[in-house]
């Protein structure tokens, strides 16, 4: 790995031994009808972001997926059988990652990263298996060594993520949880779809009123600084396509990179009006932060311009709608810095 350039991967390979998670051309015929009824049996068909084409002669109804992608197709109206991921509570609360899943109406096999269960995943006797693939290769969620493994026991889709922004993604889920059986028209996702584009709205409102206002969006651990690039995350792809102006990272990433590694030291260089910070850090982050000078000397925390950022949050206009909201919410509070 480059001393100073990340892959989104890479990163997270590197760091989840200490508990700091940072995270449709290839989908092919993705998102068309399985078929026609043949004897009551819908069959499906999918691609996926790797290029892997899974065929059944039925619909699979045991499906076990990562947590954001569980939750994705939760919210699209299917229900998966099992799940793994970042599923873990604190205060009682489920992490912003599993949405809105219900834990007591499915199995987990695996509640953070490294985490997955063979022989509970197995006793699911599961069908299809859906990940994220952040690099159009591999599942991210699925430890390397459990691969085959995890393969010999069902098929398995990747859903594609480079390049997208995040309502390409959303739309990739719903046509998935379509295939699966899901109604696409049902009043809650559709009452969910009025709320997502309401909140985008508000959003696109906001960023006109603040016409140059710059962003930061960074994740952080004890050691190091990560600085986004807004083009590789699909949500902020998404605000950057809403006008919003990201603070890019100096030196220039190659495919399948999604962070800059500086030190702490190096964070004033990346001058902004606000900074947005990776939701998933480990809470002693923040306490280290305050003692930093270079951080607490940004003009944006001077000024109080600093807010939670939800990467992988599930990818669902049900989800999605509550963050957009939020984010319209502290641009009406912030003002440029000069």
Request: hydrophobic share 45%; proline share 7%; with cysteine.
């Amino acid at each position: 790995m480059s001393a100073h350039l990340v892959t989104r991967r890479g990163f997270l390979r590197g760091v989840g031994a200490t508990g700091v998670l940072f995270g449709l051309a290839a989908c092919g015929d993705a998102g068309s009808p399985g078929g026609g009824a043949s004897g009551g049996t819908v069959p499906f068909r999918y691609t996926d972001g790797r290029g892997r084409t899974v065929e059944l002669a039925s619909r699979p109804t045991r499906v076990v997926a990562q947590s954001s992608a569980a939750a994705a197709l939760w919210d699209a109206g299917f229900r998966v059988t099992g799940a793994y991921g970042e599923l873990g509570t604190t205060d009682g609360k489920l992490n912003y990652q599993a949405g809105n899943i219900e834990l007591d109406k499915l199995d987990v096999i695996g509640r953070t990263w490294g985490e997955f269960n063979l022989e509970r995943y197995a006793a699911l006797r599961p069908e299809l298996l859906v990940d994220l693939s952040f690099d159009d290769k591999t599942l991210w969620y699925v430890p390397q060594a459990s691969v085959d493994e995890v393969d010999a026991l069902a098929p398995s889709i990747g859903m594609k993520m480079p390049g997208l922004d995040l309502p390409q993604i959303i739309d990739g889920f719903m046509r998935l949880a379509a295939q699966l059986g899901a109604d696409p028209e049902a009043g809650p996702v559709k009452a969910a779809r009025a709320d997502f584009d309401a909140a985008v709205a508000e959003v696109r409102a906001a960023v006109a009123a603040k016409p140059g206002l710059r962003v930061l969006a960074v994740s952080r651990d004890p050691e190091k600084f990560y600085v986004a690039d807004p083009n590789a995350h699909p949500d902020l792809k998404h605000l950057a396509a809403l006008g919003m102006t990201f603070v890019l990272p100096s030196a220039q990433l190659g495919p399948g990179e999604y962070f800059q590694e500086i030190s702490w030291e190096q964070i004033g260089s990346f001058p902004a009006d606000v900074v947005v910070y990776d939701g998933r850090e480990v809470t002693s982050v923040a306490g280290k932060a305050e003692k930093i000078p270079t951080w607490t000397n940004l003009p944006a925390v001077k000024a109080g311009q600093v807010y939670p950022w939800k990467p992988a949050a599930p990818y669902s206009y049900l989800a999605s709608a509550p963050i957009y909201r939020d984010v319209a919410g502290w641009l009406d509070k912030v003002k440029p810095l000069g």
